[in-house]
């Protein structure tokens, strides 16, 4: 008999490699390899949760006690995958067009971001899916049980809760290692992906493996075989035809609404084209995984005694008959269908709890603006964290409650359908644009109490919540109230009876009120871009701003997304909106595009608050709801011509005064240049003619008096050759004459350089570096690199006015470029300076600090001609700037 | 008694060079270097002549003479003005807000001592 240790060192062992998998899987991503982590096969396999240990053991349990019903279940899904392929494609670009993170957020999404409708959403599949986690521990419970019990030397120690316990304990530290790496949930988790594509493997090979055993090892042939089926009970049995349709339909809408087929199928989808593939490979995974179930059904209840549980068929026919090998092996089959169940639906839940229950909570505590509490970022992930392990507590908890048994057996069919209650308002958003809010609410509402009513809590037997002469009898003696013979239609089978009368009014009552209430606009704008998603991909304005707002929604977003990928979006929208720098006009489309890219990370409607919170209340503007009164085709077409025209005739205007406005400001310059010129020049002349006349003039000056005037009269003469030397090398740089001299070395010895030949740093001035981050080798003029960022320190230095002066230095790597921001902790630079700063004799304020203003343009130059540049940074608290220079000097590339 | 100057510059040479200048012809020289409270100075030291800079930090030399200028108790200071930027609008602008002479640097030594014993001796 195969001991309890080996199987606690398998389980182990077999756990380690998941985690290493799922590691290594995480860190090719990271690094941009593994393309084949983005494979079609990968995206079918991790479909594959959709067998969980429920069916992994209980499809044989079920074949065992209803014949071939158990078909049903993978009957459902089969059709949805080939039939509705076109639907899923739709939910898919949806999914991926508007960055839904969960089945909440796109039926909140769907329905004017309407937060009321995701908590009640999220509430209903917490509800829905907790049992069933329990019925995965339960799973993994009985099968450990089983070996305990074979294990002659052990068979006390074991007890059920503390397998459990543990269980339920790694699978949320697994879950939250790799589930909640990143906080944008459309950043695909690659290491849970590959975790479960590994795990259905397993189970498939487990299953198939059992089967080979019971045919040709145990039969003797396929032959043989089928003369067992014949001889078993269990082609006696009567196939019902409602139960054979009820539990198709059910299966195939909960393939669809249940949350964690949604995490595998939408969120974590990398390509549409995937479902391709997913549409035959799929079915064929079900089918294989469904072959071998009735042989294994007919063969154990002939060779195992009358007593054993059918459920665990799996694993004891392989026991029963000395196969300890194929045991374990049948034993990691249902540990693996168990523990990717419980990993993604716990992922799935969390994002739903965090970002429409615990977010709007926070945020709502913390004074209802993103601007002012600290990092949304880690409070975000936190959530999702201790949302992962309350959920799969919860699970465990719901476990050791009910005590396991025949009740949590039952509980997959009612989860199957407490989750269907969300197909009509999802089918409904998708294909019917006069599907509202409120509809939705009134139909998910109507049907969850259907289903808590006639099937959920009838579950549990006779309880205080809902007794047995309610059962039978109705409340209050009501015949036509009886749970499980509403209006009187006996003789159904509860779970088909449930099903049928809880989605057929959900859909009635969603329809109805649908048609009788009218949506609001934003609901209108949602519904034309989810229904028409494939006609166009979403260009409804509904943000109006202004420039000012754009560094306080920098700020902002740079709290949630992290400052790099913040910085890199709006450097981005400013390139394609033609502005330099790195704030992008807020237009209208920057601002929907900065919604959905925050609505990854914290759910639509959050991220529809927050940017309301900056951007103005006003979350439809005049010209939208104009658009949504009058739907008539052309007259939409023509208004949204017309305001796009506008649009671009605004921005337009607006460019144009930009450039008036820089052009003017250049010309002042140009004018003060004369003067700036004519005093730079003059003022060292002065000295130098002075002091050279009294040294002429003045007879009986002492040697003293002599050395000092020489000496003043030489370091004038000095910086008047500097002065020179600055006009000339910016004349020489900005006509492209220059000569780079490329060189190899370290950023490290650069700035090194840098900050010795600017004076180094001391208590009054600090140069706060990370040395350990600067070793990137670059190919670049590095004499040229160096006297930029000697400017840029000595600039500090000179303008840096707080009371300890701090010059931060922070290099990175961004794919071949490196990044080194000079960031200070003084007052920074007006805005409406931040463009004329690089322009040449622009000095901020009429101080004299000392050089001629021509620092910053050289600068500029100079990583021109490097092929990097220097930018400004906003959004920092002091002055900050950013270098950008690329690690080899293209034109070294091209020549090698 | 020696007669005082009051040299407002903030180039720390050229004071050097006129204060030099001055005191080898018996001059009483007192300094200031920046603009904000130069009207302080000009009141406390009480000097025969102010010779003022155009560019100065914290305030312009145009505006620190309008205050000289409004002030009845300094009123008819003679002011000598150098300015390092030698555009005729500077002199213009010398001129409308009532300074004696305008200087453009570099100046000979010669000249700004000419300057200053003439000023002051047209003033007497």
Request: glycine fraction near 8%; charge should be negative.
């Amino acid at each position: 008999m195969a001991s309890l240790n080996a199987l606690a060192i398998v389980c182990v062992l077999y756990v380690v490699v998941l985690f290493s998998v799922a590691f290594a899987a995480d860190r090719a991503a990271l690094h941009g390899r593994g393309a084949w982590l983005r494979s079609p096969i990968v995206y079918t396999l991790s479909l594959s949760i959709y067998c969980t240990a429920w069916t992994f053991y209980g499809a044989v349990g079920f074949a065992v006690r209803s014949g071939l019903e158990y078909v049903t279940i993978y009957l459902g899904p089969t059709l949805i995958m080939i039939g509705w392929w076109w639907t899923l494609r739709k939910m898919v670009r949806v999914g991926r067009s508007q960055r839904i993170t969960s089945i909440a957020d796109l039926i909140s999404s769907r329905y004017g971001k309407s937060n009321t409708l995701a908590v009640f959403v999220t509430l209903l599949a917490v509800i829905g899916t907790t049992p069933y986690i329990a019925l995965q521990l339960q799973s993994v419970t009985l099968s450990f049980q089983i070996f305990a019990e074979n294990d002659l030397l052990q068979r006390q120690t074991v007890s059920q809760q503390s397998i459990a316990f543990w269980v339920a304990g790694g699978l949320a530290v697994f879950t939250i290692l790799f589930g909640t790496r990143n906080l944008d949930a459309n950043e695909r988790h690659h290491g849970v992906v590959m975790a479960i594509a590994l795990e259905a493997v397993v189970k498939l090979f487990a299953l198939l493996a059992v089967g080979v055993f019971v045919v040709w090892g145990l039969s003797g042939g396929i032959g043989e075989t089928l003369a067992r089926i014949d001889a078993s009970p269990i082609k006696n049995f009567e196939v019902s035809g409602s139960r054979w349709v009820g539990l198709t339909m059910l299966s195939a809408a909960a393939f669809i609404c249940l949350p964690r087929m949604f995490q595998v199928m939408v969120v974590e989808n990398e390509d549409e084209s995937h479902l391709r593939t997913a549409a035959w490979a799929f079915p064929a995974y079900l089918m294989a995984m469904s072959l071998f179930v009735v042989p294994i059904a007919a063969v154990g209840l002939e060779k195992l005694p009358s007593a054993s549980n059918p459920d665990l068929f799996v694993l004891t026919l392989p026991l029963q008959e000395g196969q300890d090998g194929l045991a374990i092996l049948s034993f990691l089959g249902g540990f693996s269908s168990a523990t990717s169940m419980v990993i993604v639906a716990a992922i799935a839940l969390s994002t739903m709890v965090s970002n429409h229950i615990v977010m709007p909570i926070w945020l709502w505590m913390s004074g209802g603006t993103a601007m002012v509490s600290g990092d949304v970022r880690n409070v975000a992930l936190l959530a999702r964290r201790i949302s992962i392990a309350g959920i799969v507590f919860l699970g465990y908890l719901y476990f050791r409650v009910s005590g396991g048994g025949a009740a949590l057996a039952a509980i997959g069919l009612i989860s199957f359908v407490g989750v269907a209650q969300f197909l009509p308002a999802l089918m409904g958003g998708l294909f019917w644009r006069g599907a509202n809010r409120v509809g939705a609410l009134a139909g998910l509402v109507t049907g969850a109490a259907i289903w808590l009513y006639s099937l959920f809590l009838p579950s549990f037997g006779d309880t205080f919540l809902m007794p047995q002469h309610v059962i039978e009898h109705g409340p209050l003696g009501i015949d036509w109230l009886r749970p499980q013979a509403l209006f009187g239609t006996e003789g159904l089978d509860p779970i088909v009876h449930a099903f049928m009368w809880s989605v057929f009014l959900n859909t009635l009552v969603f329809l109805v009120v649908s048609l009788l209430s009218f949506p609001r606009p934003v609901e209108r704008l949602q519904g034309a871009q989810f229904v028409n998603v494939f006609q166009h991909s979403g260009t409804a304005g509904t943000w109006s701003g202004g420039l000012a707002q754009s560094e306080d929604l920098l700020i902002m977003s740079q709290r949630i997304m992290g400052p790099a990928e913040a910085q890199a979006l709006f450097s981005e929208a400013a390139k394609r909106q033609g502005i330099a720098g790195l704030l992008p006009e807020p237009t209208p489309d920057f601002l929907q595009e900065l919604e959905r890219v925050l609505s990854g990370s914290v759910g639509a409607a959050t991220a529809h608050a927050m940017i309301s919170q900056i951007v103005g209340g006003a979350t439809v503007s005049v010209e939208d709801l104009m658009a949504v009164a009058d739907e008539t085709a052309q007259i939409m077409e023509y208004s949204s011509r017309l305001e796009a025209k506008t649009e671009e005739q605004a921005r337009t205007a607006r460019q144009l005064r930009e450039a008036n406005d820089k052009l003017t400001q250049l010309s002042v310059q140009k004018d003060a240049f004369l003067s700036q010129i004519s005093h730079e020049l003059r003022t060292p002349m002065t000295s130098i003619r002075a002091f050279s006349e009294i040294m002429r003039d003045t007879e009986g000056l002492t040697e003293d008096e002599q050395n000092k005037y020489s000496s003043i009269i030489h370091d004038e003469a000095v910086r008047l050759t500097r002065l020179l030397d600055d006009l000339l090398d910016l004349s020489v740089l900005e006509n492209a004459q220059v000569l780079l001299n490329w060189q190899s070395g370290t950023l490290e010895e650069v700035l090194d350089r840098a900050v010795s030949a600017a004076g180094g740093s001391d208590p009054d001035f600090q140069i706060d570096r990370l040395p350990q981050r600067e070793h990137f080798e670059l190919r670049s003029d590095l004499d040229r690199l160096a006297q930029v960022f000697i400017n840029l320190i000595s600039n500090a230095r000179k303008y840096c006015d707080a009371k300890d002066p701090v010059l931060k230095i922070r290099a990175k790597r961004s794919d071949d470029r490196l990044i080194i921001d000079f960031i200070d902790n003084g007052s920074g630079i007006p805005m409406d300076k931040q463009t004329l700063i690089f322009e040449k004799f622009s000095r901020i304020g009429e101080t004299k600090a000392g050089g001629a203003g021509l620092g910053l343009a050289i600068c500029r130059e100079v990583m021109a001609r490097l092929s990097g540049a220097i930018t400004y940074l906003p959004g920092q608290k002091g002055a900050a700037f950013r270098v950008t220079v690329p690690i080899d000097s293209p034109s070294v590339k091209a020549a090698g | 008694m020696n007669k005082k100057v009051l040299l407002i510059e903030d180039e720390p040479n050229i004071i050097e060079a006129v204060s030099f200048i001055l005191m080898r012809d018996g001059w009483e020289v007192k300094t200031h270097s920046n603009g904000h409270d130069a009207m302080d100075a000009v009141r406390r030291r009480e000097a025969d002549i102010v010779i003022l800079d155009v560019m100065l930090p914290g305030r312009s030399g145009f505006d620190i003479l309008k205050d000289i200028r409004s002030d009845p108790a300094l009123g008819d200071t003679p002011v000598l003005m150098l300015t390092a930027r030698g555009q005729d609008k500077d002199r213009e602008m010398a001129e409308r807000v009532g300074a004696n002479r305008f200087m453009t640097k570099p100046f000979s030594n010669a000249d700004v001592l000419d300057a200053v014993r003439a000023l002051v001796a047209e003033h007497e």
